[in-house]
């Protein structure tokens, strides 16, 4: 009897056992994938989710408490005191000193009749007065508008125009620039900077003005910022007290900035990344900032051992000038534990972080209006950021499938438009809710441009998203990757050719030189040919090796036609490409004085354009 009961029980037993492992087995299986994705992903997502909460109670505190940058600014100041704010070439601005410089801004201009709600325009180049003007202005509600230093003319006066800007501050710099649309200015109050800083403000109080701060609240509108107009003309964004409070909290959660850190930053005041996200840290969080005047790429670790920084701003193409200027040099030495920025190309991203031997790169991705932002948080080689696979309740940015050409975003059947798969190509776009300040969309100054920025009955109807317009794929542990920028696509043979791509792959045959690839129309053929445009003073590379490696690598409608060598490129403020302008001038060997050459198929090289330009012009050669 006692051996049956034992028999039974080692049965039952054994049953038991394989059937849990049979059990366990199927669901490992069936859950495999996302099992997989979990093993790969966890730890990015809590780091996201710890920094991003720990963000989110200052947030909210900020907005329970009814706070504005003025207000934020007036308790770091007295917190931080003789702490360092701002290094700059051979002055040092406390937080004192910048607390009293703009407290003599916003009495100044209270004495001059400004008050909240109106416009002051400000075009100077990088220095520690020009954070204290906007702070200062900032305390009477009065708002400013950061100007682009390349304008001239016609967009500077449009910059100017849309701000419905009462008052223009500018540096000695620009007294031409600002003369010439003079006639434009009428009722414009002129401020010379020099002038205004040595005279004007030298016996004005430096009291804090109190009373005005106390009516800042965070939905009055600080700054304007605006686009790069890479189509068309700058559009104003209109950049609240909390725009500015969330993402300066964000960027100091997520880059975990201390006390003891310094940022250097080299670039433009103006720009969103420069102006606002990394002077946020100092004006928010009393980080101190070493700002320079203007880029360079030689000085650059040299710079930041002048006050051993730990942290570095880049933007555009700035890595690579970065590299590029230390070619053939033996290694720096530096402190900067930490790169934050936009832009880094995945054809230098490893040599960058090699040769430099920087530990962690923030990568990040954000509209200077929009609501998508995204940041890479754990290294991972050229994605701008990830989104999580399993917290959907808390994420508001998707991929939506579209028109890889016009980027128009697909419908279904039902109207509504539809999320992208794992390596599916969209455009970003983001939830707006007005509830939540961080999630809405503050749009631009003019509002027929804000309008054509958001996107309605997305999916379901009455819901509403901003669109970033950028086409972006997403792969299936989440990391997201630019799939290109607007305008950076062409079409030829009736096939889409990506530029970015080219462009890696060339980098790849020809090694660190500046490349751009853009496409330029050409008479009698439909849509557009593919152009090389090469950096290369010395016109030194090969290029019948550059052509049968492209031929070898590439389909034959991707090769690009044309190749342009140029001793340098036209570039934007923000150190990108002016393609457009690239665009424009075409292959025109009248207007072009550069080498130009032609791909020619059958010999396999870049053979001299002038030899064949007439025939291409009548559309005897065929392409
Ligand atoms: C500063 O000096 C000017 C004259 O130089 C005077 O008009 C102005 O009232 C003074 N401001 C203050 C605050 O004393
Ligand atoms: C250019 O590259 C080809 C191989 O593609 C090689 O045969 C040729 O010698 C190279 N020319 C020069 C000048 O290096």
Redesign the pocket.
Known sequence: MKMFVLLQQLFFNRIGIVSSIVVITWLFWKYRTSLYVISKTWRRDLRGLRRGVRALCKIVLYERNCMSIPKVFQKVARNKNNKVAIYFEDEIWTFQRLEKFSNRIA?YFI?KGYQKGDTVALLLENRPEYVGIWLGLSKIGVITALINTNLVSKPLYHCISVGKVKGLIFGSDFTNVVNDISSDLQNVQLFKYDKLISEELS???EASPDAHIAQTTPKDTILYIYTSGTTGLPKAANIKNSRMYFTATGINSFLELTDNDVFYNSLPLYHSSGGMLVIGQCVCFGVTVELRRKFSASNFWSDCNKHDSTVASYIGEICRYILAAHENKPPVKHNVQKIFGNGLKKDIWNDFVEKFNVPQVYEFYGSTEGNCNLINLDNKFGSIGFIPNFMNFIITVTLIKCDEETKEPMRNADGFCVECKADEPGILIGKINKKISIHHFDGYVNSKETSGKILRNVFKTGDSYFNSGDLMVKDSLGYVYFKDRTGDTYRWKGENVATTEIEYQISGIIGPKDVVVYGVKVPKTEGRAGMIAIADPTNSINRSKLASELKAQLPSYAVPLFLRVMDSFPMTGTFKVKKNELQNDGFDINIIVDPLYMYDSKKVDYIPMKDVYNDIIEGNLRL
Do not use: C
């Open positions: 009495n004495r016996n004005e109080s």
